[in-house]
């Protein structure tokens, strides 16, 4: 991005706004850029490094719940069983959301199983019994809260859209953590 063209979009009244010409010509410009333009004045290549990092995070993820819905065992396992699979199901959901940003921020999303736990915020862990299942999942979706808010504070208002992904993204997963919390306090037996 030119130094003219960023601070022709950094406004201090509506008087600065860029003129009908203006913004006809500039979109004009770098049409290979697709849906970024001269006003996008984040990092593009950092985020797309942090969004596949939360990628990676929300595949290991899916496949931990993924475990978990197979393996569960023991009286409560048909409510535990049924939030496992819901929750799966919504991690992979949010895996989309975040590979179709890094695509339309010019990125390529890594799905590469190799090197996907290294890649993770979160662990891939397997728990002993249902209870430990439960925390292991409690620990991880608050490990992934706070990567989501790291990451929104960080993008700001530089990147809104990703920035409302993330936070929708978020939002979700102060749900689950909120689930297991009340799950682990009103466990009964092992
Ligand atoms: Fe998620
Ligand atoms: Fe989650």
Redesign the pocket.
Known sequence: MSKTSATKFNHTSAADLADRETLRANARKKLEDGAITDSYTADRKEVVKLLNEALAT?YV?VLRYYRHYFMAKGMLADAVKAEFLEHAK??QD?AGMLAERIVQLGGEPDLNPDTLTARSHAEYKEGSDLRDMVKENLIAERI?IDSYRQMINYIGDKDTTTKRILER?LE??EEHADEFADMLEGWIGK
Do not use: D, G, L, R
């Open positions: 929300e993820c919504q991690e949010h992934a993204i979700q997963e």
